[in-house]
């Protein structure tokens, strides 16, 4: 068990250190954040619409898009290099090298997702009075249950001719649950409504979570072998 | 089953399908009283019903199919599950156009989010990921195992989108005028024309699925026989 978590670790710990030292998700996740933040600002009429109300489905879409641009890559890297039949060569089991794979774009996008709610924080005015760790784990399970769709999917991306295109038709239709329930939970907990209300949206997205992973984990095996 | 056999069955199904269907169209427009409260354009719900069945019939195939395929990579189940999702496609698009039409006289608005309907679209969408992802491989036996995974993918989620969009009537009533299967308490006659409409499309995807299959199991025994005389990829399907 510990030398599997190793691996899984291992995995995340090279695509984290790649990042860090290239940079390239991150940027490209980051600057479309502050652009994309930009663009609403001039889309909405706030003299018509309050920033306030729309917030919970600004931030969702934001992520959501945000995710697609980084975790579409998840695979780009080795495939370039052909490090890809490397791996694949190596023991590592396969379903470690998924769970590494999430772990890694799940740290990857937590980053990111903090930045969309400091950017649209700044920039929209939004003022938060619910409870920060209702909101946490709102966010931390939405996220992570989209990670481990989108890391699926990008593999099949790596493994298909019509590559990144092909993922906004297959994750968006599958993406339904994380997006009603944490737009709901979030815009809640932004008007300040009590803890109780969002509990069941907490359960829905830790079940598309822990579902998600398990499949991604036993069907990941089927997209990455050639 | 001999390729005789086959075209018997396919045959004899196709016939009682067709023969079904022309029996519950003049249930429907001569026969069936005119349901009380919503009028005449009830009468779509005896085509629209029995779609929505054999729909899901096939997208509950495709989902054991696919993941036994995995599985057990037994060629006839990719071959079962690629069916299944065409005819589901199929009668999906019917109770997708059906749907808008009573939904114009009955609710006054072609589309609303009711969660049926908005369940019906991300279903479509999902089965139309299924094929561009089995199309979209050089390796046509990749292609298959990627589809399959998409088959199962969208079986699991089926039941959150669900409870995703039931949910969130909830938040909005108003969206709902008229709740689908509920209020109709179904009279002797309007049962039967149901229960012909369920077996005349019963039929018909039962004789199209197995067409379909074995046209399926042609195109694949194609393949081999290019792949074994070194010429070209046959069809993939």
């Not at chain 1, 991150?26 to 889309?43: K, P």
């Not at chain 1, 409504?193 to 949206?201: D, H, I, L």
């Given at each position: 068990m510990r030398s599997y978590l190793a691996l899984v670790w291992a995995v995340a710990r090279?695509?984290?250190?790649?990042?860090?030292?290239?940079?390239?998700?991150?940027?490209?996740?980051?600057?479309?954040?502050?652009?994309?933040?930009?663009?609403?600002?001039?889309?909405?009429?706030?003299?018509?619409?309050?920033?306030?109300?729309?917030?919970a489905a600004l931030i969702w879409l934001t992520i959501i898009f945000a995710g697609m641009l980084g975790m579409g890559r998840t695979f780009r890297l080795e495939e370039q290099d052909g490090a890809l039949t490397g791996i694949l060569q190596s023991p590592i089991p396969l379903d470690a090298l998924y769970l590494g794979k999430v772990l890694g774009n799940f740290i990857l996008l937590s980053v990111t997702v903090l930045l969309v709610f400091g950017v649209f924080t700044m920039?929209?005015?939004?003022?938060?009075?619910?409870?920060?760790?209702?909101?946490?784990?709102?966010?931390?399970?939405?996220?992570?249950?989209?990670?481990?769709?989108?890391?699926?999917f990008s593999?099949?991306?790596?493994?298909?001719?019509?590559?990144?295109?092909?993922?906004?038709?297959?994750?968006?239709?599958?993406?339904?649950?994380?997006?009603?329930?944490?737009?709901?939970?979030?815009?809640?907990?932004?008007?300040?409504?009590?803890?109780?209300?969002?509990?069941?949206?907490?359960?829905?997205?830790g079940a598309f979570a822990i579902v998600f992973t398990i499949a991604g984990a036993w069907l990941f095996r089927f997209v990455i072998e050639e | 089953m001999s390729q005789t056999q086959t075209r018997w069955a396919v045959g004899i199904l196709g016939t009682l399908g067709v023969a079904t269907v022309i029996v519950l169209h003049w249930m429907v427009f001569f026969w069936v009283p005119t349901e009380s409260t919503m009028g005449i354009v009830?009468?779509?719900?005896?085509?629209?019903?029995?779609?929505?069945?054999?729909?899901?019939?096939?997208?509950?195939?495709?989902?054991l199919c696919s993941a036994v395929y995995l599985w057990l990579g037994d060629e006839r189940l990719?071959?079962?599950?690629?069916?299944?999702?065409?005819?589901?496609?199929?009668?999906?698009?019917?109770?997708?156009?059906?749907?808008?039409?009573?939904g114009r006289v009955a609710w006054g608005t072609w589309w609303a989010w009711e969660p049926r309907l908005t369940l019906a679209l991300l279903l479509w969408f999902i089965y139309l990921g299924y094929f561009l992802?089995?199309?979209?491989?050089?390796?046509?036996?990749?292609?298959?195992?990627?589809?399959?995974?998409?088959g199962v993918i969208g079986v699991l989620d089926i039941p959150l989108i669900h409870v995703s969009v039931t949910w969130l009537r909830s938040l909005h009533p108003e969206a709902v005028i008229l709740n689908a299967e509920a209020p109709m308490s179904l009279d002797g006659s309007m049962g039967a024309t149901i229960g012909v409409g369920l077996l005349a499309f019963t039929f018909l995807f039962a004789s199209l699925f197995l067409a379909r299959y074995t046209v399926a199991g042609y195109e694949y025994q194609l393949t081999l026989r290019d792949a074994a005389s070194g010429g070209t990829q046959g069809v993939g399907v």
């Open positions: 090279k695509d984290f250190l790649v990042e860090f030292r290239t940079h390239e998700r991150l940027t490209s996740m980051g600057a479309f954040v502050v652009l994309i933040g930009v663009l609403f600002n001039f889309a909405i009429d706030t003299a018509v619409v309050r920033p306030q109300a729309l917030a920039f929209f005015s939004l003022r938060f009075s619910g409870n920060p760790a209702m909101l946490f784990g709102v966010v931390t399970l939405g996220v992570f249950g989209f990670v481990s769709l989108t890391t699926l593999a099949m991306a790596t493994r298909s001719s019509m590559g990144e295109s092909l993922l906004p038709v297959l994750i968006f239709p599958l993406l339904v649950p994380v997006v009603v329930f944490g737009t709901t939970a979030t815009d809640r907990l932004f008007a300040g409504r009590p803890v109780a209300e969002v509990s069941g949206n907490l359960r829905i997205l | 009830q009468r779509i719900f005896y085509i629209h019903v029995p779609a929505w069945w054999v729909a899901f019939l096939g997208f509950g195939l495709v989902g990719d071959r079962a599950a690629v069916t299944g999702a065409e005819a589901g496609m199929v009668f999906t698009t019917i109770g997708l156009l059906t749907g808008p039409l009573w992802v089995r199309r979209s491989t050089v390796n046509p036996e990749q292609g298959k195992r990627l589809a399959a995974v998409v």
